[in-house]
């Protein structure tokens, strides 16, 4: 059994920063790439980033040089750092990795609220 357990989402002011974590555990041979989504009220879940397991990112554009994505491959760990943060980052956001256990699959966590006050 695979967990993807999230943490460091809150309440920001715009302007602010906020460092999210998320810890992937269970049976894990390995794990290919790791991600951050969001979805806003009302809107579609949409990527924020991503990184492989060589190290390869790629942001949205609404977040390019704002938001940096990285991870520990030994903790099985990725975080995202959020600067700057903005009103319409106001989202939940949900971490997702694909993790070879017997077989390659994709896991989602189980979401963390992020709030940016103006």
């Known amino acids: 059994q695979v967990q993807l357990v999230e943490s460091g989402g809150g309440l920001v002011q715009a302007g602010g920063s906020l460092r999210l974590s998320c810890a992937a555990s269970?049976?894990?041979?390995?794990?290919?790439?790791m991600g951050w989504y969001r979805q806003a009220p009302g809107k579609q879940r949409e990527l924020v980033a991503a990184?492989?397991?060589?190290?390869?990112?790629n942001y949205a554009d609404s977040v390019k040089g704002r938001f940096t994505i990285s991870r520990d491959n030994a903790k099985n760990t990725v975080y995202l750092q959020m600067n700057s943060l903005k009103t319409e980052d106001t989202a939940v956001y949900y971490c997702?990795?694909?993790?070879?256990?017997?077989?390659?699959?994709?896991?989602w966590g189980q979401g963390t609220h992020v709030t940016v006050s103006s």
């Open positions: 269970g049976r894990i041979f390995s794990i290919n790439t």
């Open positions: 997702r990795a694909e993790i070879r256990t017997t077989y390659l699959d994709a896991y």
């Open positions: 990184i492989s397991s060589g190290g390869n990112t």
